[in-house]
């Protein structure tokens, strides 16, 4: 391992190029003008993984349906380095295509030329997400090639091209494979998310869930004049506002009767987790832009971040919302809310909690209009446990890449390749970050620091010979 | 006046036709590329105007900033038929532009061709707002002229072609002329509204002011994802929708405290106005397309529609409004309500009893986002009486013309050149409507029926008769 984490070090100016050429294609998967250059990344990085010696193969997924255009799917990149028996398998996941840039959004510099600026950070589209990560599992294979040694474990790729829209078909290829190309995998890692802060890395091993509803109000058949109608008919903005200023109060309290009976109790252990993390509220203010914190302590706040459910209502479809001034009573209006869900609360029992309690509150109101409430959709929560020796493996590569103990962390949003990889493979998922939390993954200036990108590979490799070593 | 009657009957089929002229030309105000056809417009009302006698003068608005893009405005035709100072001077006011019309709006027939269906309804864009009216007062010149006989009364026109786009210019105008163009005159009369039903005429006497207001909670600098920060900040729609929760209640009642206060008490003389009047519950369910009245009589309805205050919330501005989930925290949300008033509660002291509460009720939630609330625009409302010498004058005219008491209405919406007059000139204003109840005058289909626009015609200078005769 020490002579890997050596030419790792002595030619990052390599890896850099290598992440130059990468940012240089801009894969954006959201623009249909872009995906013969999303394509074109595809067949780069098959270009690069065969280099190293890689068994490749691709996985076409067919056509998407964009805004009634027929656009073909990029494909998804298989690769594998190494099919010994003897030794583990593990699974790394990532993407290759990148959110949209433009230079007239704000960057200071053109998002698709990789530049280094005076603090060493590489600024690029993809820099970050996920180009970055996914080059340093491609760096650990060259590494290992260049230095004519094996990797401690089989290791095998899947590359995705359409992360940042919705992953489409994705799932279906997950399942399908399941029983076949990943039949021998170990264990998954995924390095697509960020540290908490700045300073120090961490290890993620949990994720909210997230259910969606839609409240909708009908009266009139059409959209009333507010001079003629006001006051004569039960307006459905009317009853709309009612019934959603019951759904959670100003502290973020969610006012559904039953819906915190499942939150796991927090037990000593997990306590100890948010000790010593390294996060100021500061940096919550910073990225909020104001002091808008609902709990003055580092420890409350990431608890509500992580562990604890949370309401959000996101708006209104139906209703006037224009600048300006319009006098209309709008004549079917649907309020959109979301559920932040948490171990152990069960999606299914959460939609019929919500549905009841919204149409009990409808009824108190004795109004003439038509109310229905309904989950639109739902991704359960995801956790996983810091004592799995998946994650353990992950801890002793931290420390002796960084020297010192990851911060144990989990995220408030779902990335739902995590469920579908843990669901369809029954086995232990890992995060494993690359880049701060401040690199701005769909932000302009979007960067990732050399030591970040350099140290990760260290990192990637590290976790490779730990893992191989342990017992899953 | 019983040879003008006559007259008008014979040659109803000559006023159709020249309606019909009138509904070809598309003087639709709110679409740049029609402006062409409003200014046509003009011109042909000048030429109709001056071929019978008129004196008449254009006054130049000069130019509409339409996004960006300058337009000129279509003038004011201001036109005397008459100056006898021994005679009242009575100024009528109308407007020839129309609302837009498209045949896939969902027309039956073509809008800017007049026809004349099996129920002799006249359909077309136009046909009762206003160009009915506006040619019912000048079908009423004709048939004088042509019967060679003098005005009862000196006519003044006021006719313009921004009534649809905001009467841009008009108010100006109306003050520079009081005491100009419009000084002699004795009462004004507009025929812009409708009848409360389908089958008897009205008078109407009072129409509700409206006061806007915006009510804006920030919170962060840009929006936030509501898996990284739910529960962890205060979040404005949480915020916003829990004040707007408080400004009204499912059954119409306003709760902002002393509100009702200066609400004139229903006396026994208006409260006969209510008895008898054309009008049914199933009028308003055919209206609003279902059964969502709150009040169970028509006594009750109107009277929320004409009498007392009512509260709409017609949208939110900066939340999520278009169809599928997104789970944003929206970064400043402000939401758009507005008060219908009504005599004798004043702009001023309403708009300050709802800033002052909102505001209160902003501080009960505790929050750390930033609340402002401001009135954004008021017009006041406008009563006049029944008793009136110009209202008496019309009553006569439409036992006349039709042989029974016309009901005396007031509307819930504003017609705010009704006060623009009033205030420049300090006379008498009549709202006499021609068309019936069910015109659909911003809808598709719009008709004028044959009987409404030959009797019109008829009640227009019958009226003229009547008001000659009393004291003003």
Not at 79 to 89: M, S, W
Request: with cysteine.
């Amino acid at each position: 391992m020490d002579k890997f984490l050596d030419y790792v070090n002595e030619h990052q100016n390599d890896f850099v190029e290598r992440l130059r050429k990468a940012v240089a294609i801009p894969s954006v998967s959201g623009d249909p003008a872009h995906r013969p250059d999303v394509f074109r990344m595809s067949e780069w990085l098959v270009k690069e993984l065969k280099k190293l010696g890689a068994d490749v193969e691709t996985r076409d997924l067919g056509k998407q349906n964009w805004h009634g255009q027929e656009l073909d799917l990029p494909p998804i990149v298989l690769a594998t380095v190494g099919n010994n028996p003897e030794k583990k398998t593990i699974l790394v996941y990532g993407h290759y295509d990148v959110q949209p840039a433009l230079l007239e959004d704000g960057w200071n510099t053109s998002p698709f030329e990789l530049v280094e600026d005076e603090q060493h950070r590489l600024i690029g589209r993809g820099a970050t997400d996920d180009k970055g990560p996914v080059l340093g599992w491609i760096n650990v294979v060259e590494a290992h090639k260049a230095l004519g040694i094996e990797l401690p474990v089989n290791l095998k790729f899947c590359l995705e091209g359409m992360e940042e829209s919705g992953s489409e078909g994705l799932d279906a290829l997950i399942a399908d494979e399941a029983s076949k190309y990943f039949k021998d995998v170990s264990a998954v890692c995924i390095s697509d998310n960020y540290w908490l802060g700045t300073t120090k890395p961490c290890l993620t091993y949990g994720l909210r869930g997230v259910s969606y509803f839609h409240m909708k109000v009908k009266g009139p058949r059409a959209d009333l004049h507010s001079g003629v109608f006001g006051g004569t008919v039960h307006e459905p903005m009317t009853d709309l506002i009612a019934v959603m200023s019951k759904l959670v109060n100003p502290d973020g309290k969610i006012l559904v009767p039953g819906i915190y009976d499942k939150v796991r109790p927090l037990d000593d252990e997990e306590k100890k987790t948010y000790d010593n993390l390294a996060f100021e509220m500061e940096e919550l203010h910073g990225a909020v832009g104001s002091k808008i914190n609902i709990h003055d302590c580092v420890r409350k706040t990431l608890q509500h971040r992580w562990r604890n459910p949370s309401l959000s209502m996101h708006g209104i479809e139906g209703a006037f919302y224009n600048p300006g001034d319009k006098t209309v009573i709008p004549a079917q209006v649907t309020g959109k809310f979301s559920i932040r869900t948490v171990p152990d609360m069960v999606p299914a029992e959460i939609s019929s909690l919500v549905v009841k309690y919204c149409k009990e509150e409808f009824e108190k109101l004795g109004s003439k209009n038509t109310f229905t409430v309904e989950p639109t959709h739902d991704g359960n929560h995801w956790l996983s446990s810091p004592n799995h020796p998946n994650y353990v493996a992950a801890a002793k590569a931290v420390k002796t890449v960084y020297g010192v103990e990851p911060d144990l962390t989990r995220e408030g949003g779902s990335i739902p390749v995590t469920l579908s990889f843990q669901e369809a493979l029954n086995k232990n998922v890992l995060l494993l970050p690359m880049g701060r939390g401040d690199d701005g993954a769909h932000s302009i200036n979007e960067k990732l620091d050399r030591d970040n990108y350099i140290k990760g590979t260290q990192l990637l490799g590290a976790y490779l010979y730990e893992v191989s070593e342990i017992k899953l």
